[in-house]
Nanobody, 122 residues
Framework: QVLLTESGGGLVQAGGSLRLSCAASGGTFSVLNMGWFRQAPGKEREFVAGISAGGYTRYYADSVKGRFTISRDNRKNTVDLQMNSLKPEDTAVYYC???????????????WGQGTQVTVSS
């Protein structure tokens, strides 16, 4: 069983930056493909970014491409999401998740963190 814990959320003005971090414990992190998802109030959960187990493949939702960067450190069992040029529409609870395969679909992810709130003010 892999436990995921997010940190780094908060309140930021539009145009600002935040860095989210997700720490994994209890399992073999380095074999997992990792992803970040988000869910805004009244909306469905959506894929934000993903990274393969070895860190060589990264993929993003069109809405964040060029602004967000996903990275991982398999020595520290962490996966980060650097968010720049934040917009009010980025406001959501952000979740990190782990899967055995590379996917943009939340249903493919087995392990989930509890989420961290990101609020972008205009």
């Amino acid at each position: 069983q892999v436990l995921l814990t997010e940190s780094g959320g908060g309140l930021v003005q539009a145009g600002g930056s935040l860095r989210l971090s997700c720490a994994a414990s209890g399992g073999t992190f380095s074999v997992l493909n990792m992803g970040w998802f988000r869910q805004a109030p009244g909306k469905e959960r959506e894929f934000v970014a993903g990274i393969s187990a070895g860190g060589y493949t990264r993929y993003y939702a069109d809405s964040v491409k060029g602004r967000f960067t996903i990275s991982r450190d398999n020595r520290k069992n962490t996966v980060d999401l650097q968010m720049n040029s934040l917009k009010p529409e980025d406001t959501a609870v952000y979740y990190c998740a782990g899967a055995m395969g590379v996917s943009r679909r939340g249903s493919e992810y087995k392990y989930w963190g509890q989420g961290t709130q990101v609020t972008v003010s205009s």
